[in-house]
């Protein structure tokens, strides 16, 4: 995986997914509430299909995303409102047609999958990279490496066999206490666990950025 171009392109996705899904689900949130509470005026009904061709046009733009980064093709729907003739029939196909629908419920998810996008994002990549980096830092004054449990965890592990008329077992205690990395030795073996941890993450964020490329295909294709 890090050997591969694609995994930057799919990881470059789901960093712009948190941003982009916020921005459509505030654009979403405000100018359908708007277009429908003004809908007893005049304004609110051509509002709303202006709200409509901007939510056509950020789905177009996400479809570029999806080929781009994750190489995924999404073809394009035929949408029947371009085809009509007059300002009426138009808008009446674009309100009628399920694939404009199928849109905008993919920008109103989008929101949910940048979230997760950008947990995982965190919660993978970075103790990953910091693990990597530790020969460089382990040394800096302040700086602390290692496994730290405070006064430790301490545990006893049993295990009783019965014999005839005897229960016949041992019993040990296992205990837990921090460690420290402050030798050179240590902190290339935590770098080569972080590398491991590396390469584990970014398998699990292609997979991710796939599942997002799926998503894209069945809600944004024909």
Not at 37 to 61: E, I, K, Q, R
Not at 122 to 151: H, I, M, W
Request: proline share 6%; aromatic share 12%.
């Amino acid at each position: 995986a890090p050997l591969r171009p694609r995994t930057y392109g799919n990881l470059l996705y789901l960093a712009l997914a948190f941003p982009l899904g916020l921005a459509y689900f505030v654009f979403l949130a405000v100018g359908l509430s708007l277009s429908v509470g003004l809908s007893f005026l005049l304004v609110g009904v051509p509002l709303f299909v202006a709200v409509l061709l901007v939510a056509l046009l950020l789905v177009t733009v996400e479809r570029y995303l999806v080929a781009w980064l994750l190489g995924v093709e999404v073809g394009t729907p035929d949408w029947p409102f371009l085809d009509r003739e007059g300002a009426v029939a138009r808008g009446r196909a674009l309100v009628l047609d399920p694939a404009v629908w199928t849109g905008v419920v993919f920008l109103a998810t989008k929101l949910a999958f940048g979230t997760a996008s950008f947990v995982l994002l965190l919660t993978l990549l970075l103790p990953a990279g910091v693990l990597v980096a530790t020969p460089l830092f382990y040394r800096t004054p302040g700086a602390r490496v290692g496994l730290f449990l405070g006064d430790g965890i301490s545990r006893e592990l049993s295990l009783y066999v019965p014999w005839e008329q005897l229960l016949v077992g041992v019993s040990f205690v296992v205990r837990l206490t921090s460690w420290e990395v402050d030798t050179l030795p240590e902190a290339l073996a935590m770098s080569t666990l972080g590398v491991i941890g590396l390469v584990l993450a970014l398998n699990v964020l292609n997979v991710v950025a796939w599942l997002g490329g799926q998503w894209a295909r069945l809600l944004l294709g024909p």
